[in-house]
């Protein structure tokens, strides 16, 4: 691989991509039963914690401890996925998640909610770990002709997943209870781990799996940090998510519990509307990705555009939910803000793959896991104070956050009109 990777002028097609390409057949794979546990773990866990405290404070607390974990991790997850074999930590980060999950089956009473938020930190800050390896991986196991295709069909298989697994997880906990869904989540993690482990795949030339010690692994974090400042136009890319979540996703996502539970109930404590709700943005964000880049390509400059776009879709979503006129009308808005974060999500990530040099991938996918979590943390806490504190009506929350949308599409456009851009190596070929 080079050490940049740009899209060649003729780009795989999905189909081919699953057909030809075994090793990300199996990485593919495992990441679609993965996922679908993801989702039936995040409604039961959320419902769980909903009817042990109802609070809009609690149900915001999850979701901070959810985004909190992987943040804290990162430092270190970085270091090691620039230095360990990127394989391995995926097998093994699935495995001991699996486990993890099981012990949730313990959580059954109010003064049990602290060992719910522990076992969520363990297993979402080992996915610290995994994500961030799994995105640095995917160039190495497919060509530059696959990339594009690669990323957008891994970005789609998690919506796809967020709608089938959110649906299938809200009925789960809406028709036969909570803990049936945790240990449907347990073993989809063994499952991947058997997907992942067929991935063949060597240690890049790139890396060097050498022991470590925690002040060098944050010495070489810091390393990864210094790139990012001297490549201003990384940076802002990298920072892509994070708005998104600070400005859209984390207040919401707690805020749509409460319209789930007391405002369109269906299924046990919203447990089947939450699911809906949850498939409806999943829809949103596999088809907003797949659809503008009909029209991208994966153009370079074309992909920065249309992240504007999609953050002015992803308002005009907040917009119509706001209205909470009835559930479809909520389900339509909740689409529109899936279509348009979902084209943020897959161009922010596909400019990266292109940009990133292999010896820092891992540190600026974790650096940008890291940025977005916390983000996420800071929304779920605000939301969860909006609920409680402000005085607010939940439409009201909502249709605040049509405006803060725009804040973060306006800048990233006066960014790509006015920035320092940074531009793939093979731009100089005309490829872009």
């Not at 530059?144 to 809200?170: H, R």
């Not at 009835?326 to 979902?342: A, C, D, E, K, Y």
């Amino acid at each position: 691989m080079n050490e940049t990777t740009a899209p060649s002028q003729t780009s795989t097609g999905y189909i081919s991509l699953i057909r030809g390409n075994a090793n990300f057949r199996n990485l593919w794979l495992g990441q679609i039963v993965s996922l679908l546990g993801d989702w039936f773990n995040l409604i039961a866990s959320a419902s769980l914690i909903a009817q042990l405290t109802e609070t809009g404070i609690a149900v915001g607390g999850l979701f901070v401890v959810r985004m909190l974990a992987p943040f804290l991790i990162s430092p270190l997850a970085g270091v090691w996925v620039d230095r360990y074999d990127r394989r391995k930590l995926l097998i093994l980060t699935d495995i001991i998640r699996g486990l993890t999950v099981l012990g949730l089956l313990l959580v059954r009473k109010p003064e049990h909610v602290w060992l719910l938020y522990s076992l969520t930190a363990i297993q979402l800050g080992l996915s610290g770990v995994f994500f961030p390896a799994r995105a640095a991986i995917l160039p190495d196991i497919v060509s530059p002709q696959e990339l594009g295709a690669a990323n957008a069909l891994s970005s789609a298989t998690w919506s796809v997943m967020l709608a089938v697994g959110a649906a299938l997880g809200g009925l789960s906990a809406g028709i036969w209870g909570i803990y049936p869904s945790f240990v449907i989540d347990a073993l989809t993690f063994f499952v991947s781990a058997v997907f992942v482990y067929k991935v063949k795949y060597q240690l890049s030339s790139g890396l060097s799996e050498v022991k470590t010690s925690i002040s060098a692994s944050l010495r070489q974090y810091v390393d990864g940090l210094r790139y990012l400042t001297k490549h201003v136009d990384i940076f802002m890319t990298a920072l892509l998510k994070a708005a998104a979540a600070l400005a859209i996703s984390g207040v919401f996502q707690v805020v749509q519990v409460v319209v789930a539970k007391e405002i369109f109930v269906i299924g046990e404590g919203g447990g089947i509307s939450l699911g809906w709700m949850y498939m409806s943005v999943g829809i949103g964000t596999g088809i907003g990705p797949i659809f503008a880049r009909r029209f991208t390509g994966d153009r370079y400059h074309d992909m920065r555009w249309a992240i504007v776009i999609g953050y002015a879709i992803a308002a005009t979503g907040l917009a119509i939910t706001a209205t909470l006129q009835s559930f479809p009308i909520v389900l339509i808005g909740t689409f529109l803000r899936g279509f348009g974060v979902g084209i943020n999500w897959v161009f922010s990530a596909q400019l990266l793959l292109q940009l990133v040099p292999n010896r820092v991938r891992g540190r600026v996918f974790s650096s940008e896991f890291a940025l977005f979590t916390l983000a996420s943390a800071i929304g779920s806490m605000a939301g969860g104070w909006a609920l409680d504190n402000s005085g607010l009506e939940v439409a009201d929350i909502i249709g605040a956050l049509t405006w803060s949308a725009l804040v973060p599409g306006i800048l990233w456009g006066l960014w790509v009109l006015f920035g320092k851009r940074t531009e793939p190596k093979l731009a100089e070929a005309g490829i872009d």
